[in-house]
């Protein structure tokens, strides 16, 4: 199974400052299809899951510009260029390469400071 | 828009059994691969079962295989999950999402709660 291994698990942050979460894989995600299905989640407290990037830096419908996804093979990042008070909650990176399973990352909670 | 409305979770004692079901509009369901996720509380997501598009392939965790059947009714529009055997372990709230070549919506999720 790939193990997907993120850091740091707790980041405050202050408010319109830069956020980085570090996502890494046990084996590279590059599928034999080109793709690497690399995708990160946003959970806000008491909510359902919510896409924000996909194939490492494809940003959803309605997310706003300061999320953005890098990486390839097997190191990816998220960054948050300013962090802004609806930003607190959980994030999450999956793989959805070598599967089953599907695997998550142990999940970043970012706070304010 | 798409939904996805999960139901059928509830306190079970240990052994016992649950269906949840997910109900889907907004979206052609009969082509699209569906999965079932899963959160304890204060734990992160854990993949659960996934079925393909017709319903004829179909994979497990290790933690569920033998006890979890997943299936889908496409002229409803609705996946399931019989859940057997259920365990303490199994306490979380189960969640429906979507494959789109990687996982896009999420439902709402049902609590399971197994406990004596």
């Known amino acids: 199974d790939v193990v997907m291994t993120q850091s740091p698990l707790s980041l405050p942050v202050t408010l319109g400052q830069p956020a980085s979460i570090s996502c890494r894989s046990s084996q590279s995600l590059v599928h034999s299809d080109g793709n690497t299905y690399l995708t990160w989640f946003q959970q806000r407290p008491g909510q359902s899951p919510r896409r924000l990037i996909y194939k490492v830096s494809n940003r959803d419908s309605g997310v706003p510009d300061r999320f953005s996804g890098s990486g390839s093979g097997t190191d990816f990042t998220l960054k948050i260029s300013r962090v802004e008070a609806e930003d607190v909650g959980v994030y999450y990176c999956?793989?959805?390469?070598?599967?089953?399973?599907?695997?998550f990352g142990q999940g970043t909670k970012v706070e304010i400071k | 828009e798409v939904q996805l409305v999960e139901s059928g979770g509830g306190l079970v004692q240990p052994g016992g059994s649950l269906r949840l079901s997910c109900a889907t509009s907004?979206?052609?369901?009969?082509?699209?691969?569906m999965q079932w996720v899963r959160q304890a509380p204060g734990k992160g997501l854990v993949w659960v079962s996934h079925i393909n598009s017709d319903g004829s392939s179909t994979t497990y965790a290790d933690s569920v295989k033998g006890r979890f059947t997943i299936s889908r009714d496409n002229a409803k529009n609705t996946l399931y999950l019989q859940m057997n055997s259920l365990r303490a372990e199994d306490t979380a709230m189960y969640y429906c999402?979507?494959?789109?070549?990687?996982?896009?919506?999420w439902g709402r999720g049902t609590q399971v709660t197994v406990s004596s």
């Open positions: 999402v979507r494959d789109n070549f990687g996982v896009d919506y």
């Open positions: 907004g979206f052609s369901f009969s082509v699209y691969w």
């Open positions: 999956m793989q959805g390469t070598h599967w089953p399973p599907w695997t």
